[in-house]
């Protein structure tokens, strides 16, 4: 087995995670879960979406959070941006980074963005511009990569087609996404044979959700390919509130014990974002799915009884 | 990625998932449940223990459950067979296969059978050779092959002297316990090179736990390295009742989407594994942790609400 020897993982809990929550959550608890996150080592924060209200209300204290959480220099704090209105309050709350997104699928697309793919380019064409004369760097986001609620198996040659588009137009790195969780690692494999002959691994993350227990499977035919970087939210938080069935993110802290156990370096310590999840899993109010938040809880049982 | 065409799932539900429970099951629920399982393609039902009662009072009704399912021809029914006295029960029974067990580590060999595991082998072999006069097959299981919850990892050279001893007495496969789902798969192809340097792959199974939901991930690195049978629980049901913190054996419906997505052939139909799981969580009184499971849970829900 080829393994890397490092891996990034860019923490997406406090917005893909808690976009989804139906729970109403403080500012000031958001505030906190991402002072957490930023002492556990992690590189990179995906803090919150400034996605118009109406669409996301959860996350309708976008500027509220980017401006009163405590930064650590090292820790690049993104948010996600959907059009040039959003550029402006993200450049506002002074954003590290800049995500815009789309799909691979054309009917996702239209479901999620209310535009075709081919209309999509373009209005976030005039983010990426925007962006990087704000000097920012900019991540998209391609979702069902693999599989649409809607359309089912998604051919490796859609996404390179929006891939394409999207590295033209200057964004930094690409993160792909298996929103709704599908992916066996024979189509990861797939995919990525088709990206990787027109370009280099760095230039990919991989997004997982766990929907049908295989994120972890597809991370490791991911590194076995050379990918380097990954998406995950603590607790196992998340989903796509467009997508039936989805359930939550790969959980950070289950992705960490992959990880440690096979020497692999994250700088990343699993005490602490256990931590920051039991944290916010007391915010929710209800029991995280992650692995490791099972353990927690069975050993509390264990010393309480 | 080389992976094979087929493989074959050894279902353990009915005797690792349930001997677990604290529910009591009534008899004719059990024997429901393996009718069931016998109805979905599976090849191999592990049906119940003939451990003495005093250890697992779940499963004092071996005889009778053995006795009253319905036999398909082409589906081996084994079970779980401690000693000589286990084994006459067994025989009496009539069980297709006899079942012994041990331990990879001595601390966790001796909590689980009160015995060295020098001391142990004496007394399979006096099971292996009172099955085999009986024309039975013999499975050996070997627990905590990559951690002990008493010892921590366990090296492969320690697996591999439980499996020459057990080998040289007959024993016809050999099942591979990560009993309390610690392993990742560094180990596991760690532990299968030290193993398949001496013996060929169809020598063995594996027992994969999902207690840190690693174990689609090592099902990936053990088919990778021509390993063709593995255990699984349906629903997820099960664990060891002596490894503190050991949650449920993999799901069978979640392998099944993971085999099925990728083409691997196993004879078994994933809707009918699920009626099997959905009438033995009835049964059981709470959610089974399988992801197929929770995914048909949100579709009820979706539906009726």
Known sequence: MRLPTHVTLKEVGPRDGLQNEATHIATADKVQLVNLLSQTGLSYIEVTSFVHPKWIPQLADAVEVLQEIKRHKDITYAALVPNMHGLERALQADVDEVNVFMSASES?????????????FPILEEVVIGAKAANKTVRGYISTVIGCPYEGYIEPEKVLYVTDKLLAMGVDEISLGDTIGVAVPTQVE????TLLKRYPAEHFAMHFHDTRGTALANIMQSMEMGITKF??????LGGCPYAKGASGNVATEDLLYLLDGMDIHTGIDLQKMLEAAQFIEQIVGKALPSKQMAILRNEKEETTS
Chains 1, 2 share one sequence.
């Open 108 to 120: 996702h697309n239209q479901n999620n963005i209310n535009k075709t793919i081919d209309a999509t």
């Open 231 to 236: 998406d995950s939210a603590l607790g196992g």
């Open 190 to 193: 797939r995919l990525l044979e």
